[in-house]
């Protein structure tokens, strides 16, 4: 019995470390705020240009700020940490259920040998 119990510690312990170090890369990420567009323009003879812009709120009005004809390298990563963010915010999730889980399971195997 002490042995399970062991074993329920020492994952809790292996989750808080693997949170750390979530919320560490989280930290580290610049995700992008808003969204970037595709749109396109048409000249005088009707033929289509494409260009980007980026769609946010600025001071709580939504915003199209023109990129050009391609993409800024540093809005590209800002664009995969937010899907990074994304995936980590759900991995975070996964992991406190976990934790939350085990520490039920533990307590109420504490309260059960009370009553020995």
Do not use: T
């Amino acid at each position: 019995m002490e042995n399970w119990i062991k074993s329920l510690e020492n994952r809790i312990q292996e989750l808080e470390e693997e949170r750390e170090k979530i919320v560490r890369e989280m930290s580290e990420l610049k995700p992008l705020i808003g969204c970037i567009e595709y749109k396109y323009v048409l000249n005088k003879i009707g033929k289509k240009y494409y260009y980007f812009y980026l769609r946010r709120l600025v001071d709580g009005k939504l915003r199209s700020i023109y990129l050009g004809k391609s993409i800024p390298e540093g809005l590209i990563k800002a664009r995969e940490d937010r899907y990074r963010l994304k995936v980590l915010k759900e991995q975070l999730k996964k992991i406190e259920r976990q934790i939350r889980s085990i520490e039920r399971i533990l307590r109420k195997n504490v309260r059960e040998n009370k009553d020995f």
